[in-house]
């Protein structure tokens, strides 16, 4: 997995507040243990609670991720992969090895 992309489903609130301040683009891909993709999160997914430490025992990644996000696969073709991310309205895409098992294998970006 990509440094600074992807943090485990029970990642603590707190910490994911820090590798968002370090994220390269404001989003991190949640995977579990088998590095199977559950979610994303961006920065305003924790606008709520982003400054309430009195969840920090209380939430983790699990919680606050946006589950089911756009995928692409290896072998998605260039106007694919810009016609998925037109339609998710995201710049950013989990590249899992098939869609149905869902292990992420990469990230695309759009420039």
């Known amino acids: 997995m990509m440094p600074g992309y992807s943090r ?3 990642t603590p609130i707190a910490a994911l507040r820090d590798k968002l301040l370090t994220a390269p683009h404001g989003l991190l891909f949640v995977v579990d ?14 606008a709520a609670i982003a400054f309430d430490t009195t969840l920090d025992s209380l939430v983790n990644a699990a919680d606050v991720a946006r589950t089911h ?3 692409l ?4 073709d260039l106007d694919t992969a810009l016609k ?5 309205h995201e710049e950013h ?3 899992v090895a098939d869609a ?4 992420m294998v990469g990230i695309a970006h759009e420039l």
């Open 100 to 103: 149905a098992g869902r292990f």
């Open 93 to 95: 895409v989990a590249v």
């Open 33 to 46: 243990a088998d590095g199977i993709l559950f979610g994303t999160i961006a920065t305003s997914d924790l």
């Open 8 to 10: 485990a489903v029970a």
């Open 73 to 76: 696969t290896p072998d998605a």
């Open 84 to 88: 998925s991310m037109e339609a998710a």
């Open 69 to 71: 996000p756009a995928v």
